[in-house]
Nanobody, 115 residues
Framework: QVQLVESGGCLVQAGSSLRLSCAASGNVDSIIYRGWHRQAPGKQRELVATFTNNDYIDYADSVKGRFTISKDNADNTVNLQMENLKPEDTGVYYC?????????WGQGTLVTVSS
């Protein structure tokens, strides 16, 4: 089992920066993929940024150049640094981890960007 806890979401103004963190615990050695997804009001959940076990990184086109995903192996944390936030970045941000057997999700952290 893997447990994920997100933190860092809050209300910010457009153009601001924000850093989200996702702490993993449990069977962390079994994780082969970690990523951030988000769900805007009335929309489906979408991928934001991913980090595979061999350090391949990918971003959604809408966040390229503004968001940076990184990891800290010392404390099993994956971070999402968000710059120049826009109102359309508003949503609940979820951390995801995948092992060979299943996927795990955090409870989500709300990011609201006001114009």
């Amino acid at each position: 089992q893997v447990q994920l806890v997100e933190s860092g979401g809050c209300l910010v103004q457009a153009g601001s920066s924000l850093r989200l963190s996702c702490a993993a615990s449990g069977n962390v050695d079994s994780i082969i993929y970690r990523g951030w997804h988000r769900q805007a009001p009335g929309k489906q959940r979408e991928l934001v940024a991913t980090f595979t076990n061999n350090d391949y990184i990918d971003y959604a086109d809408s966040v390229k150049g503004r968001f940076t995903i990184s990891k800290d192996n010392a404390d099993n944390t994956v971070n999402l640094q968000m710059e120049n936030l826009k109102p359309e970045d508003t949503g609940v941000y979820y951390c995801k981890a995948r092992t060979r057997n299943r996927s795990y999700w955090g409870q989500g952290t709300l990011v609201t960007v006001s114009s």
